[in-house]
């Protein structure tokens, strides 16, 4: 059973950074998907990587800010949260899966992914 585990949340000041970890326990080769949700909003994609490494895909309101990374030696998928701000306070979640194509359309759509983390908070303090 493949069991996906989030860390690395907290709290940080506007301006501030943050780096969370993804864990795919059981499986070595899989795409990753960031998403989050903020309080009283639907779930958004925030950023993406190809278990290769080769193709990643960033949300416009994220880009140029966070970087979606992985170290296959390690089997752990990073998302490097920079310029952090209030809007970027929510639950992220990580997700595992086998995309069909590395196209944003196919990066952004929550059913290419089959496992999901449980999500972890960070908030952005003003």
């Known amino acids: 059973q493949v069991r996906v585990v989030e860390s690395g949340g907290g709290l940080v000041q506007a301006g501030g950074s943050l780096r969370l970890s993804c864990a795919a326990s059981?499986?070595?080769?899989?795409?990753v998907g960031w998403f989050r949700q903020a309080p009283g909003k639907e779930r958004e994609f925030v950023a993406g990587?190809?278990?290769?490494?080769?193709?990643?895909y960033e949300a416009d309101s994220v880009k140029g800010r966070f970087t979606a990374s992985r170290d296959k030696l390690e089997n752990t998928v990073y998302l490097q949260m920079n310029s952090l701000g209030p809007e970027d306070t929510a639950v992220y979640y990580c997700?595992?899966?086998?995309?069909?194509?590395?196209?944003?359309?196919?990066?952004?759509?929550?059913?290419?992914?089959?496992?999901w983390g449980q999500g972890t908070q960070d908030t952005v303090s003003s």
């Open positions: 059981g499986r070595n080769r899989y795409d």
């Open positions: 990587i190809s278990w290769s490494g080769g193709s990643t």
């Open positions: 997700a595992a899966g086998a995309l069909r194509s590395y196209t944003g359309t196919y990066f952004r759509e929550e059913a290419q992914y089959t496992y």
